[in-house]
Nanobody, 123 residues
Framework: VQLQASGGGLVQAGGSLTLSCAAS????????LGWFRQAPGKEREFVAG????????SYADSVKGRFTVSRDNAKNTVYLQMNSLKPEDTAVYYCAADISPFGITHAYEYEYWGQGTLVTVSS
């Protein structure tokens, strides 16, 4: 699976952005998907994940109620809708995929990664 993230940019605090991650491969629908982020000087952290159907999702506490993850298997695309953005959300955001069952939240558990897209939230 090859992944390509897009949609990052500069936004003011309180604003919204939607990230997209397009995947290649005919078995996209079989993969658990996740979004991670990495701020300067910090480790990569889990943001959100969803299972093969998109029916089960999980979120980091820091983004619950503000971010929504979804997928469209017909388009081989996963999305991250980000609302009420805060300066502390500033980071490079990565999409990831793995054949493991839903529930994986550590970066080392994901085999496939997109190249990352930068989100900058100004105060």
């Amino acid at each position: 699976v090859q992944l390509q993230a897009s949609g990052g940019g500069l936004v003011q605090a309180g604003g919204s952005l939607t990230l997209s991650c397009a995947a290649s491969g005919r078995t996209f629908s079989a993969y658990t998907l996740g979004w991670f982020r990495q701020a300067p000087g910090k480790e990569r952290e889990f943001v959100a994940g969803l299972n093969w159907s998109g029916g089960t999702t999980s979120y980091a506490d820091s983004v619950k109620g503000r971010f929504t993850v979804s997928r469209d298997n017909a388009k081989n695309t996963v999305y991250l809708q980000m609302n009420s953005l805060k300066p502390e959300d500033t980071a490079v955001y990565y999409c990831a995929a793995d054949i493991s069952p839903f529930g994986i939240t550590h970066a080392y558990e994901y085999e496939y990664w997109g190249q990352g897209t930068l989100v900058t939230v100004s105060s």
